[in-house]
């Protein structure tokens, strides 16, 4: 696997560890539990800035454009299928932020929003990650060159910069700080 994919997929993992907090969030809620406000309040910080503008910036606006490039038009569907999940997850957590407040002072209608979102959220994020790395990865594979790829790492070395390089660090940390109010 070359580096700008292993970037990538240790990215994924981080997810994939907040996707299994989030579910154990989940099925407590399901159960009629409340987990604490914080929790939310923390995966949501972790869902906006290392999903969506770490993570999801270097896929939308870096890897997928020279595919898309290198394709010449031919998977442009597809990645609009990819973007549109990515906006859809986008609007899924802004619909949790929303019912947060209400879930705050035990307001059924707006736990079961929070709960219906979470869930929606959770399918949306691990069906996209398993096209990501079951389709499109093995694309960047097999159509970017030696040069391409390592351009590519710079780019995400670059966009990375912008978001100070203590990041991926600071996600982890709260992933952690997430399962532990569980």
Same mark, same amino acid.
């Given at each position: 696997?070359?580096?700008?994919?292993?970037?990538?997929?240790?990215?994924?993992?981080?997810?994939?560890?907040?996707?299994?907090?989030?579910?154990?969030?989940?099925?407590?809620?399901?159960?009629?539990?409340?987990?604490?406000?914080?929790?939310?309040?923390?995966?949501?910080?972790?869902?906006?800035?290392?999903?969506?503008?770490?993570?999801?910036?270097?896929?939308?606006?870096?890897?997928?454009?020279?595919?898309?490039?290198?394709?010449?038009?031919?998977?442009?569907?597809?990645?609009?299928?990819?973007?549109?999940?990515?906006?859809?997850?986008?609007?899924?957590?802004?619909?949790?932020?929303?019912?947060?407040?209400?879930?705050?002072?035990?307001?059924?209608?707006?736990?079961?929003?929070?709960?219906?979102?979470?869930? /929606?959220?959770?399918?949306? +994020?691990?069906?996209?990650?398993? &096209? $990501? @790395?079951? %389709? =499109?990865?093995?694309?960047?594979?097999?159509?970017?060159?030696? /040069?391409?790829?390592?351009? +590519?790492?710079?780019?995400?070395? &670059? $966009? @990375?910069? %912008? =978001?100070?390089?203590?990041?991926?660090?600071?996600?982890?940390?709260?992933?952690?700080?997430?399962?532990?109010?569980?």
């Amino acid at each position: 696997m070359t580096q700008p994919l292993k970037m990538l997929i240790e990215e994924h993992d981080v997810i994939r560890k907040a996707l299994e907090i989030l579910t154990l969030a989940k099925e407590k809620l399901e159960a009629g539990e409340r987990p604490p406000p914080e929790f939310f309040e923390r995966a949501l910080t972790f869902l906006r800035t290392f999903v969506f503008r770490f993570h999801h910036f270097k896929e939308e606006y870096v890897m997928f454009e020279r595919l898309a490039e290198k394709k010449g038009g031919s998977i442009d569907a597809q990645i609009e299928s990819l973007r549109y999940q990515h906006e859809r997850g986008r609007d899924l957590i802004a619909e949790m932020s929303k019912s947060l407040k209400g879930y705050q002072k035990g307001k059924e209608v707006q736990t079961s929003t929070l709960l219906e979102n979470l869930a /929606a959220y959770l399918s949306l +994020l691990r069906h996209h990650i398993h &096209k $990501e @790395e079951h %389709k =499109f990865y093995p694309m960047v594979e097999e159509l970017l060159s030696d /040069a391409e790829k390592q351009d +590519l790492v710079e780019a995400f070395k &670059k $966009e @990375e910069k %912008k =978001f100070g390089a203590s990041q991926a660090k600071e996600s982890r940390s709260l992933v952690k700080a997430m399962g532990a109010l569980l």
